[in-house]
């Protein structure tokens, strides 16, 4: 079978998050064009802030695992304090001519923050893809943090066959190790999600992997 017939079977046990929020195309790949998105005035700094006080300006992405803009698409929530990623060419398959293979996706998300305020990340959720015959070994990492900031916050998925379903990851993030944005300062969120096929102990059998979905949660307090 197909490894995209594969991966579509799969999707049809589960419901698509995106349908929850606002679908927004990134725009990107090599070159790093970047889309300009809602672009509202900060509201009263005496009040909690709210969807017009932070937002996303702009999505640009890169790496082999989003090699063109067809390859990414950005939803984002209502209030601006989510948005979702997903992924149509992060994909590994095995056999191939390396039984190591390796890909990812950088997303940099230009964040406005208004004067007096910070955010960090509070949860990060995500699925994909695997069908990986005994011996292959397969890992999602994803990793988060803000530009200038040498802590971020990281997540990681092992997997290892026999192993055929969708995988999922859903972490909050404690509260002592939320990492927050410079103050009143806008910034750059970035994400690196990559992937690793490890089939050195198995290079004839067969394997698919992939990341579809990741989804990250923000929230803002006063500095």
Not at 145 to 151: D, H, L, R, T
Not at 161 to 179: C, P, T
Request: aromatic letters at 8%.
């Amino acid at each position: 079978m197909d490894p995209r017939t594969h991966i579509l079977f799969g999707l049809a046990l589960i419901a698509l998050p995106s349908a929850a929020c606002d679908g927004e195309s990134g725009e990107g790949g090599e070159g790093g064009d970047t889309q300009a998105l809602d672009k509202d005035k900060p509201g009263n700094m005496d009040e909690a802030p709210k969807a017009e006080d932070l937002w996303v300006e702009g999505v640009v992405y890169d790496g082999a695992g989003c090699p063109d803009p067809d390859s990414v698409q950005v939803g984002f929530a209502p209030d601006k304090m989510s948005f979702f990623v997903s992924f149509n060419d992060m994909l590994l398959i095995n056999p191939a001519k390396s039984p190591i293979q390796t890909t990812n996706c950088v997303i940099s998300a230009q964040l406005h923050v208004p004067d007096g305020w910070q955010v960090g990340v509070t949860a990060v959720d995500g699925y994909g893809y695997a069908l990986l015959e005994e011996g292959v070994k397969a890992r999602n990492t994803g990793s988060y943090f803000f530009a200038g900031e040498p802590v971020g916050y990281e997540t990681e998925t092992s997997l290892e066959g026999s192993y055929d379903s969708i995988y999922s990851k859903d972490e909050n993030v404690e509260a002592q190790s939320i990492v927050w944005s410079e103050c009143g300062a806008s910034t750059i969120f970035a994400i690196n999600n990559s992937l690793v096929l490890n089939a050195i102990a198995a290079p004839q059998e067969q394997a698919i992997f992939s990341s579809i979905y990741a989804g990250i949660e923000l929230q803002s307090k006063k500095c």
